[in-house]
């Protein structure tokens, strides 16, 4: 069950804090809604019962009073000036009414108006009840007597009316319509509209602050991930904010410091070597020169040479991340085709296959032409070494363009896919001191794939041997 519920949660902090606050909120305004909605029931039933309230009170005036009386009074009531809300209309009928019943909803509402003002006059003595008839009814459906001119403007549009006839006498009915529900209804959904509009007020404001606060956050990610990409060159995080994110971040930046100082020693350190190793190298090889027999002299040189190759390579991979060469647009398929046409012209099996649908037009790449040859002549240099032959093949996928060098060779193990780009690091099942590898070349090769901004990923092939994959931004065409 949880494991089901997590695909749906989100996974970021933001999506998670803004979850949790929408979730509450929403909640609290259910809680709004569900207080508000007790009131108004508890509201109605007052003002119900006020209603029956007024309704005994005419029927205690009237019912003692003779019909000259009765009619004065009932004149004085319905020319009295009342509010829209307070609005009813009141006159005397020589017969009991015939009303219909209604709809559903209708009688039901009739009934219970009726059972309130019987409750009301029995609270009051009265005794023996008189006859009670009730109806419910919108203002189309009135009955447009002379006496309900005035109540009928005064009464907005399409609400309900409840209109009550209660027997005075024998040949005297009481009749009394006034609103079922008028403002009350609209204030209930009034104050439901300002809540709901507080709701979305409070969200806003809340999802914004929770925006600006976790906008730190999300830097720190990023930078976190340059660092991992690029740590010679990462630049530090901007030290604002709350005293928290100020603190983090400053924490941050110090351990960023010690990253770029450790790997700045290491380089130097690597090209002090291979500098210094220079010098005695072609002092043993002046001296190579006279050793005999010409066998030994053959071993020694060719030693001298493997030592040679990785003094280089570390100079190489030293300054493989500070290239101050210019970017420029590159027509990529143009630029494979002629590394692939290098390696062909030395006797190697390399070929290029599987052109992206548009290639007749250029796929431009915005990169560094020297460096980005560098990484691929690497990669072609291993896969021709170690598998005998490469494959190159470029897509393009959301806005980058993805190349895939593939030979058949024996692979690289899992656990290795990451860690081989490591400096001196050398898998020993597939790279082997005869070859003349020293464990540096997809570590420079990487460094010059991040120089152009780009990502470079291995993968052992189901059918066999490694995938090497180039990804890199695609140039938009203006």
Known sequence: MTAWLRRFLPDSLSGQFSLTLVTSVGLLFAANIAI??????????????????????????????????????????????????????????????????????????SAQAISTLREVLT???????????????????????????????????????????????????????????????????MQRVVLLIEFVVFAVIVLFLL????????????????????????SPLSENGCREIREAAQSFNRMQ???????????????????????????????????????????????????????????????SLKDSEKSAPLDIVAFMQS???????MGHSVSLRDLPENSGSALA??????????????????????????????????????????????GIPEEYLERIFEPYLRVETSRNRESGGSGLGLSIARNMILLNNGSLSLTNRPEGGLQVKITLPLLERS
């Open 339 to 345: 590394c692939v046409d290098d390696f062909s012209d």
């Open 36 to 109: 508000v909605c007790l009131i108004q029931i508890h509201f109605l039933g007052t003002i119900e019962k006020e209603r029956a309230t007024n309704i005994a009170s005419f029927y205690m005036l009237l019912s003692g009073m003779e019909q000259t009386q009765r009619l004065d009074a009932v004149e004085h009531i319905v020319g009295f000036s009342r509010s829209t809300e307070s609005s009813l209309a009141l006159h005397l009928m020589q017969e009991a009414p015939d009303w219909p019943e209604g709809r559903p909803r209708q009688a039901e509402q």
């Open 211 to 234: 925006r600006r606060l976790i906008h730190p956050f999300q830097q720190m990610t990023q930078a976190a991930d340059r660092i991992g990409k690029q740590p010679e060159v990462a």
């Open 257 to 319: 410091t010690r990253i770029q100082d450790n790997l700045a020693e290491r380089n130097r350190m690597l090209a002090a070597m291979a500098h210094d190793i220079r010098t005695p190298l072609t002092r043993v090889q002046l001296r190579i020169e006279e050793v005999e027999p010409e066998e030994l002299r053959d071993k020694l040189t060719q030693g001298i040479k493997e030592v040679r190759s990785i003094a280089e390579q570390s100079l190489e991979l030293s300054g």
């Open 365 to 410: 790449v915005m990169a560094k032409p020297l460096s980005l040859k560098r990484c691929v002549d690497n990669i072609l240099r291993n896969a021709v070494t170690y598998a005998g032959s490469a494959e190159v093949c470029i897509t393009t996928s959301s806005g980058e363009v993805i190349v895939h060098i593939c030979d058949n060779g024996p």
């Open 123 to 189: 609270a009051n003595g009265i005794s023996p009840l008189p006859e009670i008839h009730a109806r419910v009814f919108n203002h189309g459906d009135a009955i447009h007597e002379d006496s309900w001119g005035h109540f009928i403007s005064a009464v907005t549009l399409g609400n309900p009316l409840l209109q009550m006839g209660v027997q005075l006498d024998d040949t005297t009915w009481l009749n009394v319509t006034q609103p079922l529900y008028l403002s009350v209804v609209r204030l209930i959904w």
